[in-house]
Structure formats: C-alpha cells, structure tokens
C-alpha cells in the first residue's frame, strides 16, 4: 500500500512539473507559429515572398524534427529533451520570422529574451529523500573530518555510505538531473546509504576540495558531478576524470548509469538480505519501504 501509493505521488509530480508557467509558456509560444503565418501570409503578403516562407517552412520543420529525434535517442533525461524542443523550436521559428519582416523577428526576439530572463527552470518539489548539506555538514557527516572529537564517536560515514550531487543552481542540466536524482533516493535510501546535496553556486570553494570544474561548459561541463563516499573517501563520480582533471568525454548522467555506475540495485538487495538474515523481517520491511522508487545510474571511477 505504501509503495503503490509513493508510486501515485511520483507519478503526479511527473505530470505536474510540466505544468510550470516555464513549459506553459515556451509550449504557447511554440504552438502559435501556425496563427502567426496565417496571419504574415495575409497581411505581409504584398511585401513578402510567400513560396520561399512556404519552402522553409518544410525545410525547418523536417530538420528540426530529425534533430530532436536524434537528441532523444540521446537523452539523459526526459526533462533535458523537453528544453532541447523548447531551444531548437524557438530558434527555428526566429529564422522563419526573419522571412515574414525583420521587424516581427526583432519583436519575437524580445519576447523570448524576456522569458529567458524572467521564466526559469522549476525547482523540483516532488517527493525525495535527499539532505541538503553545508560544507561543514558536509565534512562531518560524509568525509569524516571533524568527527571523533566525543567519547565513543566514531568516523563519519563509518557505517553509511552518501551518494552526494554537487549542483548550481545557475546550470540547467542540474535542474534537468534533479527529478532522477530525488527519484533514486526515495527508491535506494536504506540505513546504509544516504543521498545528498551540495550548492556549489553558493560555496564554490566545495568545488576545488573536490576538484569540480565550474568554469568548464558545454560538454566539458562537470556540474553536476555525483560522488560516492564510503567510510569518508571517494570512492566513484559522474562525470570521471583524467588525472589531470579533465572530464572524459562521453559520460552520461542517465538514470540507467547512475544505478549501474554505483551499483544501487546490488547495494540495496545486500541491505534486505541482511536485515532478512539477522531475522529481522520488520527492518527488512522497512528499508523497502523507504525506497520510493529512484533510477540508479553508472558512476565511473576516477581513471588510474
């Protein structure tokens, strides 16, 4: 009953977040081309050559098709594709306008560079299980510094491990990777292994410790990266890296890599037995219950 109705809820959130006023409005804005050309054909028709409109038209409209296709056998994550529509859509309908008048192009422009700037990304706000964490919290909890300081305290992270997100809020792949990440955490958390997350925008010196490159972009990007720790150390990330710091080219972050790459399947099958093999079927129960249903992915380990 609990499973099925954290399924419920997961399914809702799914649904919901693509009701947000960023994907109604690109939705609107991509869906009134039709009503705009009717309109241009009509009322620019004297000044404006409508065979060449009607030609680009069909030449736009089929490689725009074939792109998006192409990035969706690719995706990492359904909501990273829903924005590439949104981005490749927009862009096709700037160089239709430029066909219909310069100056509808220049008013359509303005419209999306004011949606660019005051229409961002939603923040995920559907179920998780994921702690957000400061980096002091961070070095108490997770990599152990600070702890052991009390009379039977033991290391941090001793008997867990955390599989952390360093994210910026100012990246919109992080915003795309949230909704697996949060995912995976309702569905792998257990007694031992905890989910968390650390906002490099608003301490960017987390970065350096953990050698992440804010400055990189496009697909040299490294935010988000995802590290797991075990007894304090890292022990794998997404996206890996060269020795010399580098991300390898190639890496994905999709559900499938992230639960393979760390091994969520195995590490929470081992939790259950555990918990069924000191006899305590409750506490095996339990930690099934606690998972609500997460993508795992594959983590790569740092390259020797």
Same mark, same amino acid.
């Given at each position: 009953?609990?499973?099925?109705?954290c399924?419920?809820?997961?399914?809702?959130?799914?649904?919901?977040?693509?009701?947000?006023?960023?994907?109604?409005?690109?939705?609107?804005?991509?869906?009134?081309?039709?009503?705009?050309?009717?309109?241009?054909?009509?009322?620019?028709?004297?000044?404006?050559?409508?065979?060449?409109?009607?030609?680009?038209?069909?030449?736009?409209?089929?490689?725009?098709?074939?792109?998006?296709?192409?990035?969706?056998?690719?995706?990492?994550?359904?909501d990273?594709w829903?924005?590439?529509?949104?981005?490749?859509?927009?862009?096709?309908?700037?160089?239709?306008?430029?066909?219909?008048d310069?100056?509808?192009?220049?008013?359509?422009?303005?419209?999306?560079?004011?949606?660019?700037?005051y229409?961002?990304?939603?923040?995920?706000?559907?179920?998780?299980?994921?702690?957000?964490l400061?980096?002091?919290?961070l070095?108490?909890?997770? @990599?152990? +510094?600070? !702890?052991?300081s *009390?009379?039977? $305290?033991?290391? /941090?992270? =001793?008997?867990? #491990?955390?599989? &952390?997100?360093?994210?910026?809020?100012?990246?919109?792949s992080?915003?795309?990777?949230?909704?697996?990440?949060?995912?995976?955490?309702?569905?792998?958390?257990?007694?031992?292994?905890?989910?968390?997350?650390?906002?490099?925008?608003?301490?960017?010196?987390?970065?350096?410790?953990?050698?992440?490159?804010?400055?990189?972009?496009?697909?040299?990007?490294?935010?988000?990266?995802?590290?797991?720790?075990?007894?304090?150390?890292?022990?794998?990330?997404?996206?890996a890296?060269?020795?010399?710091?580098?991300?390898?080219?190639?890496g994905?972050?999709?559900?499938?890599?992230?639960?393979?790459?760390?091994?969520?399947?195995?590490?929470?099958?081992? @939790?259950? +037995?555990? !918990?069924?093999? *000191?006899?305590? $079927?409750?506490? /095996?129960? =339990?930690?099934? #219950?606690?998972? &609500?249903?997460?993508?795992?992915?594959?983590?790569?380990?740092?390259?020797?």
């Amino acid at each position: 009953l609990t499973r099925s109705w954290c399924l419920r809820r997961r399914t809702m959130a799914t649904v919901t977040r693509f009701f947000s006023p960023y994907h109604v409005l690109n939705a609107l804005v991509l869906c009134s081309y039709p009503a705009l050309s009717v309109w241009a054909k009509s009322t620019l028709a004297p000044a404006m050559d409508i065979a060449t409109l009607a030609q680009w038209e069909k030449q736009s409209g089929a490689s725009c098709i074939a792109v998006l296709f192409m990035r969706y056998l690719r995706k990492e994550t359904v909501d990273a594709w829903v924005t590439d529509v949104f981005t490749y859509g927009k862009t096709a309908i700037a160089l239709l306008t430029y066909f219909m008048d310069p100056r509808v192009m220049a008013w359509y422009v303005v419209l999306n560079l004011l949606m660019y700037l005051y229409v961002n990304l939603p923040v995920y706000a559907g179920p998780s299980a994921v702690t957000w964490l400061s980096p002091s919290a961070l070095s108490e909890q997770v @990599t152990g +510094a600070g !702890a052991g300081s *009390g009379a039977g $305290a033991g290391r /941090a992270g =001793e008997h867990e #491990a955390w599989l &952390v997100m360093f994210a910026a809020d100012w990246a919109s792949s992080c915003a795309h990777l949230d909704p697996t990440f949060a995912e995976l955490s309702t569905h792998f958390t257990s007694p031992k292994l905890k989910f968390a997350k650390v906002d490099l925008g608003r301490w960017p010196e987390t970065a350096k410790r953990f050698n992440i490159n804010l400055d990189a972009f496009g697909s040299s990007s490294q935010v988000p990266t995802v590290i797991l720790f075990e007894k304090g150390e890292e022990t794998g990330r997404l996206p890996a890296l060269y020795d010399d710091g580098t991300k390898v080219s190639g890496g994905r972050m999709r559900r499938v890599d992230i639960v393979k790459g760390f091994g969520l399947d195995e590490r929470f099958a081992k @939790t259950a +037995a555990e !918990a069924d093999g *000191g006899g305590n $079927a409750a506490a /095996a129960a =339990e930690a099934k #219950a606690a998972a &609500v249903g997460a993508p795992k992915g594959n983590a790569a380990k740092k390259k020797d």
